[in-house]
C-alpha cells in the first residue's frame, strides 16, 4: 500500500486572491476545490461487466438507409474507440440491441400506429417467406457495429410479427395476455431463431434473443408496438425458442425479463401473473419454471425506469434486485434507461423546463453509478441511440439528437425521416462514454471507499490482465475537488494516468496527470481516471 496526499496549503488564499489565471476557463476548477479522500482496493473484487450498449428502435431504420452523409459519422460517435489527439471519436458501446419488429412498416398506415417513425419492419413476409433485404437501415448499423467490434448483438422482441398476432397489428388488444395465436408459439419462436442464424452465419456475435418486452404492460394504444405477457406465456415461448435454438445449433441465449421497472423482478406488483419474475422463472416448484433450459442463463433483465426518482429510492430498490437476485443465483442485466418519469424529486433535479443537457447526463450518471454498485449488473443498456427531440425532451430519450430537413419542431409524429439533415451528439452519450468508453468487456469492479453521496461518487474496475484500473467519478457540487488517493493491492505503480472529463463544456477531454501531481475533478462533471500501471 502506497498513499498519496496533497496539501492543500494556502488553497483557500488563492481561491480569494484578485489574480485570476490568465486562462481562467482552463484552470478556474484548479483554484476553486476541496479536497476528498478515495480508496481504491484491488483486492476486493466485484462483478465483471458484460459491456455498455444502446437500442437500435427506431429511427436508424431510416438513418441508416438514407441519411448517406451522417451515417458514418453518427455510427463512429456510438461504435469507436479510438482516440486521436486526446478526443475520443466515440463511446465504444460494446453491445447493441437491435429490435425484431413486428411488420408495422410494411402495414403502413393500416398498421394503427400513428407514428410513422415508430412503425417497425419485419424480415417475415405475407407468404410466411424471410426476405433478408429488409431493414435495410439497421443492416447498416448492425455492419458497422461489427466492423467496430461489438461483442454481443441483443436481438429483442416487442411484439410477434403480425401474421402471427391475434389482431394482425403490432400492438395489443388483449389485455394482459400475449397478442399471440396459440398455435403460432413456434412459429415464433422459429422465426427468431432463424433471424439469429442468419447473422451467426454472416459473422455476427448474436449472443442472445430477447423474446418478449416490458410485458407487464397491455400495449393497447397506437403508439408503438408492444404485447403483454402472462410470466407462463413467457415460459411457454422460451421453451418453444429453446427447442429452435438447439435445432439450428446456435449458442445464443435467451434472455428473459425486460421488466418495466425493477420492482416486477422480486415482488408480486400489480397483476401477480406477469410480476415476481425472479421466482417464476428461477423456482423450480413454479409452472414457468425455466431454468432447466439449455439456452437460458443464470440472468435476467429489467429496465431501471419509474424507480430513480430519488438517490435514497433509487438505492433501496436496486439492493432488493441485487438480494433477490442473489437468492436465486443470477446476474443482473440493466437493458433500458433513459430519463422517462415524471416522478423526480425536487430538491435532486431542477425539473424539465429548467434543465440542461449537462443536467439530465448527470442524473443519468446517478441511475448509471447505483445500478453498478448496488445493484451489481454486469451490463448497462442506454434506451435509444439517436431519436428527433419533440415535446421538448431536449436530450432525455437519446444520445444523438436528429433534426431532419426542414423538422417544424414539436410534432406529434415524425414524417419526414427520409430527408437527411443534420445531428448533433448530446451530453448523455458523453456522460456514458465515460463509463462504456473505459470499462470495457471483461474488467471487474474492485473496491472504493469514500464520503459517498448524491453530489460525489464514483467506481472503479480492473483489467482482466490487471494491467489498467479504470476510476469513474461524479462531481456535482459547484466546485472542483482535489482526491487525495489510497491505493491498495495494485500491484504496481501507474506509469501513466489520464482523466477524460465531460462537463458542461467538455466531451471527455484528455489530461495528463503529471507524476505528483493530483487527480483533480471539475465542477459538475463526470470525470474517468485512467490509470495504465507498469
Request: proline share 3%; charged share 20%; with cysteine.
Amino acid at each position: 500500500m502506497k498513499k498519496y496526499a496533497i496539501i492543500l496549503g494556502a488553497l483557500s488564499l488563492a481561491a480569494c486572491s484578485d489574480n485570476t489565471p490568465e486562462n481562467p476557463g482552463e484552470n478556474q476548477e484548479e483554484i476553486v476545490s476541496v479536497e476528498k479522500n478515495v480508496t481504491i482496493n484491488a483486492g476486493q473484487a466485484f462483478q465483471t461487466m458484460v459491456g455498455f450498449g444502446a437500442s437500435d428502435c427506431w429511427t436508424p431504420a431510416y438513418i441508416g438507409k438514407y441519411w448517406t452523409s451522417s451515417r458514418d459519422r453518427i455510427s463512429e460517435l456510438l461504435f469507436s474507440s479510438e482516440i486521436v489527439d486526446g478526443q475520443p471519436k466515440g463511446i465504444g458501446l460494446s453491445m447493441w440491441r437491435v429490435n425484431l419488429g413486428g411488420g408495422s412498416a410494411e402495414q403502413g398506415d393500416g398498421s394503427g400506429i400513428v407514428d410513422k417513425s415508430r412503425r417497425a419492419e419485419s424480415y417475415l413476409t405475407d407468404n410466411l417467406s424471410l426476405d433478408w433485404t429488409r431493414c435495410e437501415g439497421q443492416r447498416y448499423f448492425m455492419s458497422r457495429a461489427k466492423e467496430f467490434g461489438i461483442d454481443n448483438f441483443v436481438l429483442f422482441s416487442n411484439t410477434p410479427p403480425v401474421q402471427y398476432t391475434l389482431n394482425g397489428k403490432g400492438f395489443s388488444q388483449n389485455g394482459g395476455s400475449a397478442n399471440l395465436k396459440s398455435e403460432c408459439y413456434d412459429d415464433f419462436a422459429s422465426y427468431m431463431a432463424e433471424v439469429a442464424k442468419h447473422y451467426v452465419d454472416e459473422g455476427y456475435p448474436v449472443s442472445h434473443i430477447s423474446p418478449v418486452n416490458e410485458p407487464q404492460y397491455n400495449w393497447d394504444g397506437n403508439g408503438q408496438e408492444g404485447s403483454g405477457w402472462k410470466n407462463e406465456e413467457v415460459a411457454k415461448l422460451a421453451r418453444e425458442l429453446d427447442a429452435q435454438l438447439t435445432q439450428k445449433g446456435l449458442s445464443t441465449n435467451i434472455l428473459l425479463g425486460e421488466s418495466g421497472d425493477w420492482e416486477y423482478l422480486y415482488k408480486v406488483k400489480d397483476d401477480a401473473n406477469r410480476s415476481n419474475v425472479l421466482s417464476a422463472f428461477f423456482s423450480s416448484s413454479s409452472p414457468a419454471y425455466v431454468g432447466n433450459l439449455s439456452h437460458v442463463e443464470k440472468l435476467i433483465c429489467g429496465h431501471s425506469y419509474w424507480t430513480d426518482g430519488t438517490w435514497d429510492g433509487m438505492r433501496d430498490v436496486r439492493k432488493k434486485v441485487a438480494q433477490a437476485a442473489e437468492q436465486y443465483g443470477v446476474d443482473v442485466w440493466q437493458s433500458e434507461w433513459s430519463m422517462l418519469g415524471d416522478n423526480y424529486s425536487s430538491s435532486e433535479f431542477v425539473g424539465y423546463d429548467a434543465a440542461s443537457e449537462m443536467d439530465i447526463a448527470l442524473y443519468m450518471s446517478k441511475v448509471i453509478h447505483n445500478d453498478l454498485t448496488v445493484a451489481n449488473v454486469t451490463s448497462w443498456n442506454y434506451w435509444v441511440a439517436m431519436d428527433v427531440s419533440r415535446w421538448g425532451q431536449k436530450n432525455r430519450f437519446l444520445l444523438v439528437a436528429l433534426t431532419p430537413k426542414g423538422w417544424a419542431g414539436d410534432k406529434e409524429s415524425i414524417d419526414n425521416l427520409e430527408e437527411e439533415g443534420s445531428f448533433n451528439a448530446t451530453s448523455t452519450l458523453w456522460v456514458l462514454g465515460n463509463y462504456s468508453r473505459f470499462i470495457r468487456p471483461g474488467y471487474h469492479r474492485i473496491s472504493m471507499t469514500l464520503n459517498e453521496s448524491m453530489s460525489f461518487f464514483g467506481s472503479a474496475w480492473m483489467s482482466p490482465q490487471q494491467d489498467c484500473i479504470v476510476a469513474v467519478y461524479t462531481n456535482l457540487s459547484s466546485k472542483g475537488i482535489r482526491l487525495n488517493e489510497t491505493r491498495q493491492n495494485w500491484g504496481g505503480e501507474p506509469k501513466t494516468i489520464k482523466t477524460y472529463t465531460t462537463s458542461g463544456t467538455k466531451q471527455l477531454v484528455e489530461k495528463v496527470v503529471q507524476e505528483g501531481d493530483p487527480v483533480v475533478l471539475d465542477a459538475e462533471s463526470v470525470t474517468t481516471v485512467v490509470y495504465e500501471l507498469k
